[in-house]
């Protein structure tokens, strides 16, 4: 596959991931590029291991956190996307998913808006399939219990 059509394909969700991660639509847009120039290098290092989207979303992730080391930056930190983010229904669901530790967060971003399978994620993680639905699913029971308290607290204001 040529870096065009590998690019044409899989940069939107590699963009995605990482913004989920680093919540900077500018560092996401930098990393994205040095993302697939990495994987042009080591394309014949790909063994088939992996899906191939996994595999730049993995490379994906470690240029984050090389980021994250030179910087001395917290990679939880905040940033402008949940400031940004409305959801039509009620931005609330973004405060909620923003107070989630990590995994849970990250698994949630990668699963809803990243449209990542459960198996892909468990790639990018470096485990299996079964441990990325049980961190969904307890991610998504932690932000029900946020959703909760923002909707009591909310009746009784």
């Not at 917290?74 to 989630?100: M, V």
Request: net charge negative.
């Amino acid at each position: 596959m040529e870096l065009e059509e590998m690019y044409r394909e899989h940069a939107k969700q590699v963009y995605l991931y990482l913004l989920s991660l680093s919540h900077d639509r500018e560092l996401s847009e930098d990393l994205t590029q040095e993302t697939f120039v990495k994987a042009s290098m080591k394309i014949r290092n790909f063994r088939h291991e992996s899906t191939l989207s996994s595999w730049l979303c993995s490379i994906a992730r470690n240029l984050y956190f090389d980021v994250c080391r030179k910087k001395k930056r917290d990679p939880e930190q905040t940033g402008p996307l949940f400031e940004e983010a409305q959801d039509p229904r009620d931005p609330r669901i973004f405060a909620c998913l923003h107070e989630l530790p990590e995994p849970y967060r990250e698994i949630l971003w990668l699963q809803v808006y990243g449209l990542l399978s459960f198996a892909q994620i468990g790639e990018i993680f470096g485990r299996s399939e079964s441990w990325s639905r049980v961190m969904y699913h307890r991610g998504k029971c932690r932000l029900k219990e946020c959703w909760d308290k923002e909707s009591k607290e909310e009746s009784h204001d």
